[in-house]
């Protein structure tokens, strides 16, 4: 299908569901317009994560370093770059972070939403908003539709909840075109290493101890982010007015066993170490404090009305996985060390913000 949009706003493109759906844009989806991706290269934005675009697409993709909480910026980007559409992926993300300092979460999370509706809105461009299932909170049994009551425990949570909230008053209120998607835990290529897959991939090759919280039997629904970013473009494209969609991979496993497999996976590419296997380098720590026990999603809606459901099975998408972080030590280092902030510095921080 056609998208009805010329020049689509995507927001935080250098993390890593965003950078992983610019490239699937441009390579996947025949899209011919353009793609103005706004980020503010926080230390999850790696401007690595998009290596080669700007140079192979000069007349599609143009890079904006902003913030999307700042109504001036916004406002002048939604202008020059005559915005037709938004995919709204910026966001803090990780929840640990959210429960030490939570401050920012609001600031980028709601604010940030706020701001874009609101230029969205005055111009009546077509609104996506990326969302999660941790809104939904922990369930005890059976899986989440998108009928089931908000329930965050985590200040991360909370703030994607409210900024849901804010998509549909804005539907609801001022008959705003948008739609929110709901998605479950992705992991890929790009996945900055503070996450479950990405951390215990790179700590089992170094051989370091793999902290896993509580006793591990914390069940979540696994996506491969290529499933994802799949689901984001045609919910863009066909997805209805005020709709919510659930976006999850369908297969559910408790970390401990997603941290064995990794264990295993990396045991095989890299060989054993002289300690014996990987597994032995789990360690349980004290848990998260407000640790969801369990999310599961019903993808019924998404897979009925738009025909979307996932391609990779977990196992085969996560030894993919493995093998990229493998195969990528040169943005492993540069991400571990701290570096990639050092080119980001040299060819952002002089300029200024949302001037492109
Ligand atoms: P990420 O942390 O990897 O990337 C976030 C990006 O947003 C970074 O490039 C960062 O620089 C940018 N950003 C942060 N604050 C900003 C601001 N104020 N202005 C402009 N840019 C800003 O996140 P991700 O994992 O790629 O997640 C993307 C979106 O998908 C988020 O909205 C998240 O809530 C949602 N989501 C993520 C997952 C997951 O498993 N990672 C699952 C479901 C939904
Ligand atoms: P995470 O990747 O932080 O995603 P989320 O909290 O958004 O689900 O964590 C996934 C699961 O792994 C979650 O139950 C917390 C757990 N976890 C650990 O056990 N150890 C870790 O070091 C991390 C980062 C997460």
């Known amino acids: 299908m056609t998208p009805s949009f010329e020049n689509l706003l995507v927001t935080g493109g250098c993390g890593f569901i965003g950078a992983n759906f610019i490239r699937h844009l441009l390579h996947e989806t025949g899209f011919s317009g353009r793609i103005v991706n706004l980020d503010l290269l926080t230390y999850a934005g790696n401007p690595e994560n998009l290596a080669g675009v700007a140079e192979d697409f000069p007349d599609q993709y143009v890079f904006v370093h902003g913030d999307v909480a700042d109504e001036a910026t916004v406002e002048a980007v939604f202008d020059a770059h005559r915005v037709d559409a938004v995919c709204h992926l910026a966001a803090e993300s990780h929840v640990d972070r959210s ?6 979460f609001l600031r980028t999370n709601v604010t940030g939403t706020f701001r874009l509706l609101e230029a969205a809105r005055r111009r009546g461009v077509r609104f996506h908003h990326v969302s999660t299932d941790e809104v939904y909170g922990s369930l005890v049994t059976g899986l989440a539709t998108e009928q089931t009551p908000y329930r965050p425990a985590s200040p991360y949570a909370a703030s994607k909840a409210a900024s849901d909230h ?10 705003l075109f948008a739609t929110i998607s709901n998605c479950s835990n992705n992991f890929g290529p790009y996945q900055f290493p503070e996450k479950l897959i990405p951390l215990m991939i790179l700590r089992a090759l170094l051989g370091q101890e793999l902290p896993v ?51 295993a996976l990396v045991d095989e590419a890299a060989g054993p170490l002289a300690s014996g296997p990987r597994e032995n380098l789990v360690r349980f720590v004290p848990d998260r404090p407000g640790h969801d026990f369990r999310y599961a999603l019903s993808v019924e809606k998404i897979r009925a009305e738009l025909g979307v459901a996932p391609r990779e099975t977990f196992e085969a998408a996560l030894a993919k996985t493995v093998a990229w972080y493998l195969e990528n030590p040169a943005w492993v280092a540069r991400v571990e060390s701290g570096e990639y902030r050092e080119w980001i510095k040299a060819n952002y921080e002089g300029r200024e913000k949302g001037a492109s």
Request: hydrophobic content about 35%.
């Open 99 to 104: 429960i030490l300092s939570p401050e920012e």
């Open 166 to 175: 804010l998509v549909r008053a804005y539907h609801a209120t001022y008959g």
């Open 213 to 263: 919280y509580g006793d591990g039997k914390n069940v979540r629904d696994w996506l491969h982010v290529t499933d994802h970013c799949r689901a984001l473009w045609e919910v863009l494209v066909r997805g209805q007015a005020g709709e919510t969609y659930n976006v999850g991979g369908g297969e559910q496993l408790d970390n401990l066993a997603v941290v064995r497999q990794i264990c």
